[in-house]
């Protein structure tokens, strides 16, 4: 009896897409209509609210749209927006209700390049079709969004017939599908979207990947174990998967590394070396080399709102390394002065051509073989420094 009531209600999903078209959007929708298949529902209502948003991202929602087996509607709420990559997003539903106030449209990329706007107008084209059939005429209204960056209003598209009505509660719209009794599961962005689409963020993952490269070589020239090797992996391969869910470019994350590189070399230099300003310079085309590659999303508004934490962060890390670097050199000229003819202790094995770790006046460092291989908890004296690395031999 409960099961015929409850399949007599209905069930509808709405998932609620208040935000940019990225990875944490695309797990927003691919778990609102797998929860929809999960619970037999009459119907996935995405409620769409967007500028628009990044390429790849934009690929997987329309595709999980079009492949569910369940009926999607795309609704616009009163003054929402479907526009840029919002507008394929609706237009891959089955139906699309707008508000009083909504725009729908305005998908022409930028920059205007010849062959992404062909297959953006393509890909539009083919979306519409499959709604009206090749000859409709809605087909070239749709294919203007593209071409002529063409923006239509709730009223104007509704008399177009491009959408199927103008709705402006959720109640009204559910009234018109006969699902007014129907059960209502939202699906709202949580915390696991919101981490995506920080680790997906291109400002982010530069952010990353630069500090994990730095803290990497950092610990390869620094005496003995810091941990920062450990920690500078991990940031790396964070970034390396941030750079997985949207796609990054391997030339724009190669760029990325080989600053993250030249950052890490201005920081183990006495002075500013130059290396820091190209290792920013190398930053910021990658970044730009990656927005000029989506045409659904602005740069302007990522550049006001990122790229000031980012310089400020590229700053902090060049006065930095200016700091270190005359640390650096001051206890170079300590350790020759104090520790050569010093006695101490290797921890570890220690050869020619291989690093180890000794202990000398209350210390740890690293240190290479004056000659033959040492064994660890020998007694050794030290008979040389090469930056900071102590040269040794056993203490007889």
Known sequence: IIEASYREKGSVIVIIVEREIDVGTVRLITHGIERGEEKEANLVIIKL???????????????????????????????????????????ACDSVYMGEGGVIGAAEPRPKDTKILKFSAAWIRSLASSKWGTNDPRVEIAEKFVTENKALSAV???????????????????????????????????????????????FVISLLTLIGMIMLLAELAAAGF?????????LLITGF?????????????????????????????????????????????????????????????????????????????????????????????????????????????????????????GEEWSAVSAKGRINSGTRIRVVGIKGLTLVVKPES
Do not use: C
């Open 226 to 234: 810091q941990g920062l090797g450990i920690i500078g992996i991990l």
């Open 241 to 361: 998967y941030g750079a997985g869910l949207i796609g990054l470019d391997l030339l724009a994350l190669s760029l990325i590394v080989a600053g993250g590189i030249f950052l890490a070399v201005e920081m183990v230099k006495a002075g500013l070396q130059g290396f820091g300003f190209i290792g920013v310079a190398l930053v910021l085309v990658a970044l730009l080399i990656y927005f000029r590659a989506q045409p659904y999303i602005e740069l302007t508004i990522n550049m006001v709102y990122l790229i000031p934490p980012l310089i400020t962060f590229l700053a902090l890390a060049l006065y930095i390394a200016y700091q270190a670097a005359r640390a650096v050199e001051i206890k170079v000229k300590r350790v020759e002065e104090e520790l050569i003819g010093k006695i101490g202790l290797a921890r570890t094995l220690i050869e020619e051509n291989r690093k180890g770790v000794v202990y000398v006046m």
């Open 49 to 91: 609210n967007t500028f628009g948003g990044y390429l790849k991202s934009l690929d997987e929602i329309v595709n999980a749209i079009i492949n569910s087996k369940l009926k999607t509607i795309a609704w616009i709420p009163p003054g929402g927006k479907a526009v840029s990559a919002g507008a394929f997003i609706a237009l």
């Open 156 to 202: 104007e598209a509704f008399n177009l017939e491009l959408i199927d009505g103008l709705v402006n509660d959720l109640d009204e719209l559910l009234r018109r599908e006969g699902l007014s009794n129907a059960e209502i599961t939202y699906i709202k962005e949580g915390v696991l979207e919101e981490i995506l689409s920080l680790l997906g963020n291109p």
